[in-house]
């Protein structure tokens, strides 16, 4: 079956400008989680998304927020953008079983750079 | 709150090595935890997970990882490795529901002498 697809997977912004980033999860997983990879920050958790519904939420300023379909495709939206937002930003799938979890499946991110 | 440590930046080992990525975590409760591995410029690939059970796991392309609590470790290992096994490797731990929001270790990129 198809992975987690991240579209665009290249982008180039201007500093103010804001952007969104799409992210289509694996099949049947309803839960969307975003992070954030830069160098000096590593591998930062932005937030999830389940059933529509916001359940956790990393430290970033509100500039960063999200959505969530009914088809559990996710959006990502960074409004007023800095050059410190330029990184690689990945999205995960996960199933959000109840009694078990699962692991979550990566894409291959998207690459904003703020110029 | 949950933390990760990945003492070792980067590693260098000859192909045919063995390998030992060191992983401490820092986390409350029964901890789920992870073994990512990366390209460049790629996604997350998953080697392996612990969620309970035997502490010994196995993963994907001959990876293994030992949970050991009373050490708060999650150290990774391979008995022998390849030129393909350059990569950076990310260790992770989750919260009690799973998968969903990760905590990663600063992550060891791994480079292979031929």
């Not at chain 1, 969530?68 to 959006?75: A, D, K, L, Y």
């Amino acid at each position: 079956k198809a992975g987690v697809t991240q579209t665009p997977r290249y982008l180039i912004k201007t500093r103010g400008q804001q952007v969104t980033l799409s992210c289509s999860p694996i099949s049947g997983h309803r839960s969307v989680s975003w992070y954030q990879q830069t160098p000096g920050q590593g591998l930062q958790f932005l937030f999830e998304y389940f059933s529509e519904t916001q359940r956790n939420k990393g430290n970033f300023p509100g500039r960063f927020s999200g959505r969530q379909f009914s088809n559990s495709r996710s959006e990502m939206n960074v409004s007023t953008l800095e050059l410190g937002d330029s990184a690689l930003y990945l999205c995960a799938s996960s199933l959000r079983s109840g009694a078990r979890n699962t692991e979550a499946f990566f894409g291959q991110g998207t690459r904003l750079t703020v110029v | 709150a949950q933390s990760v440590t990945q003492p070792d930046i980067h590693i260098t080992v000859s192909e045919g090595a063995s390998l030992e990525l060191r992983c401490n975590y820092s986390y409350g409760a029964t901890p789920y935890l992870f073994w990512y591995v990366q390209s460049p410029g790629q996604g997350l690939q998953l080697l392996l997970k612990y969620f309970s059970g035997d502490t010994l796991v196995q993963g994907i392309k001959g990876f293994e990882a030992e949970f050991k609590r009373s050490q708060s470790s999650f150290n990774l290992r391979k008995p022998s490795v390849h030129w393909s096994d350059a990569a950076e490797y990310f260790c992770a731990v989750g919260a009690s529901q799973g998968a969903q929001k990760l905590v990663f270790g600063q992550g060891t990129r791994l480079t292979i002498n031929p």
